[in-house]
C-alpha cells in the first residue's frame, strides 16, 4: 500500500488560496489563531490548513489497488466590534470566497483525484467586546493511490 504524501495536500491548499484570497492570514499546519484583533477589518481574518483525518481502503479500481479519503481541515475566523450579525455576515462571505477558490481546482493541484464535498463546523465567541466567529471546512476528498 502506498502512503499519500499528505503535506502535499495540505500545501496546495495553501498555495491555492494564497495566490487567490487577500486581506486573510494563511498558515499551515501552525497553532490555531486566539486573537481576533488580527481578524477585525473588513475583508480580513485568519485561516489555518490541517491535515485532518484520511481513510485507506482496500478497493480496486482498474489497476489501482488502493483508495485514500484525505479529509484536510480549513479553520476560517473573522471578528467584528460591531454585531454578531456582522461577524456572521463576514464569516458567510469568507466560506464562500474559500469554498470557491477550492472549486476552481478541484484536484487541489493535482494532489487529489477529485473533491467529494465538504462539512461545515461552525463555531464563536463572543464573550468579550469582540464577536469572534470561526468555522472548520472538512474538504472531503478522493484519490488513488
Avoid at 472531503?140 to 493511490?145: F, G, L, N, V
Amino acid at each position: 500500500m502506498a502512503i499519500l504524501d499528505y503535506g502535499a495536500v495540505t500545501k496546495a491548499i495553501e498555495d491555492l488560496l494564497c495566490r487567490k484570497l487577500a486581506g486573510f492570514i494563511i498558515t499551515r499546519n501552525e497553532r490555531k489563531n486566539a486573537d481576533p484583533n488580527k481578524c477585525l477589518a473588513p475583508g480580513e481574518g485568519w485561516i489555518g490548513i490541517y491535515r485532518g483525518k484520511i481513510g485507506y481502503s482496500a478497493h480496486v479500481i482498474g489497476n489501482r489497488p488502493w483508495l485514500v479519503d484525505p479529509e484536510p481541515i480549513i479553520n476560517i475566523q473573522v471578528a467584528s466590534m460591531v454585531s454578531g450579525h456582522d461577524a456572521e455576515d463576514r464569516l458567510q462571505d469568507a466560506e464562500k470566497k474559500v469554498v470557491d477558490i477550492l472549486e476552481s481546482d478541484r484536484t487541489l493541484g493535482n494532489t487529489v483525484h477529485t473533491i467529494l464535498g465538504y462539512s461545515m463546523d461552525y463555531e464563536y465567541n463572543s464573550d468579550t467586546e469582540i464577536y469572534f466567529h470561526g468555522v472548520e471546512v472538512h474538504v472531503m476528498t478522493q484519490t488513488r493511490s
